[in-house]
């Protein structure tokens, strides 16, 4: 199915959850078991894993292993012991929508048990359908967003990218990096672009990785460096990724991104999201309503444990920011494109996802 041999970095192997650490890479590639819950609410936490469909896979799997203990714990009353497991693993991040969906779908399985067969065995299953499923709808956004920049001709054959969107970020092979990996494959794109994606080096470590490995031509640059390369005339869109995504089309993802935006509107680059339909929130109206994460101050004031800034000094650091739509130009998803995104196209994207 795949062009590109990608990495993965969630695995259901050996009867439990296996995770590659991604705070290691690319230096090393260590993997992590996961024994029970509260290891896989750490993961998460502590960004082992991170991007927001591998965030909603991995609390997929943690609820099996959850299941599995409470199970073994009390045969009668499990279910009701699995509460505290589900808003455990709620709690562990606040923006990627991803993850409150995938807790969701897997209340809906608990809810559907068959009660004659393994309970624990059908909730895998939904977390591997959960999981599958987000690996098939990145090569529809692939396929469906290169057809995107082919439409609209590239004068530069340049992109910009922010944060990590790829195959360590989601089920496999990546959102707006799945884009980049069809679009670079029918020869649409010439030159990657990576942020390196302060405080937490995403694009630095992880992206640069992946497109290296894939022998996708990549130039690593300081999240500074964009406008520079706009006003070169080097690049024709930027391509992101989203935590969540609101009723009007508004855009949480990796702080970092609305500046992209606003400098690409000002030189007339295009701006494409790339979300599967799990990334949509509707019960939100605007982006102003979205949780916006705030990490400690250690990952701004040192670099890789390696103080940088004066003892004393104050840090705000929020991870993600909002990019209003009107500064979109096309979110694309498996199940279509909406172009100008608004509350209309929105809703009518949503209900035809509905349908399927
Ligand atoms: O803090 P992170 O690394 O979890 O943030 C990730 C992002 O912001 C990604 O752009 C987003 O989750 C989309 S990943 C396909």
Redesign the pocket.
């Known amino acids: 199915m795949s062009p590109f041999p990608t990495v993965s970095a969630i695995e259901w192997r050996d009867d439990t959850l296996w995770l590659l650490d991604q705070r290691l890479l690319p230096l090393q590639e260590v993997w992590l078991d996961h024994a029970d819950v509260h290891a896989v609410v750490n993961s998460i936490r502590d960004?082992v894993v991170?991007?927001?469909?591998?965030?909603g896979i991995t609390a997929a799997y943690g609820v099996v292993i959850a299941a599995r203990a409470r199970l073994a714990e009390n045969p009668q009353h499990w279910q009701q012991l699995l509460a505290a497991d589900f808003e455990a693993l709620a709690a562990s991040?606040p923006t990627?929508v991803n993850l409150f969906w995938a807790l969701d779908q897997m209340k809906v399985a608990l809810e559907k048990l068959d009660r004659n067969q393994d309970p624990v065995a059908q909730l895998l299953a939904e977390a591997i359908r959960i999981h599958e499923s987000d690996l098939a709808a990145n090569h529809t956004m692939g396929h469906l967003g290169a057809n995107l920049i082919r439409h609209y001709g590239m004068p530069a054959k340049g992109v910009i990218t922010?944060?990590?969107?790829g195959s360590l970020?989601?089920g496999g092979y990546?959102?707006?990096l799945g884009v980049i990996r069809s679009a670079w494959k029918a020869g649409l794109i010439e030159q990657v672009y990576a942020d390196e994606t302060r405080p937490?080096w995403?694009g630095a470590r992880l992206t640069a990785w992946e497109l290296l490995k894939d022998g996708i031509p990549v130039i690593l640059t300081a999240d500074s460096v964009a406008a520079t390369l706009m006003q070169q005339g080097k690049v024709s869109w930027v391509i992101?990724?989203?935590?969540r995504i609101t009723a009007n089309g508004d855009v949480a993802?990796?702080i970092g991104?609305y500046s992209l935006a606003v400098l690409a509107r000002h030189h007339g680059v295009r701006f494409m999201v790339v979300?599967p339909t799990t990334?949509f929130d509707p019960s939100l109206a605007h982006g102003s309503a979205i949780p916006i994460e705030e990490r400690g101050p250690e990952e701004v004031v040192s670099v890789k444990g390696v103080r940088v800034a004066p003892e004393g000094v104050a840090v705000y650091n929020p991870?993600?920011d909002v990019t209003p739509a009107e500064l979109i130009d096309a979110i694309v998803t498996e199940k279509g494109v909406v172009e100008h995104p608004n509350r209309d196209g929105i809703t009518a994207l949503l209900a035809q996802a509905s349908i399927h």
């Open positions: 960004m991170r991007g927001a469909p591998a965030i991040r990627a922010h944060c990590n969107t970020a989601t990546g959102t707006a937490w995403q992101v990724g989203a935590d993802n990796k991104t979300a990334t991870v993600f």
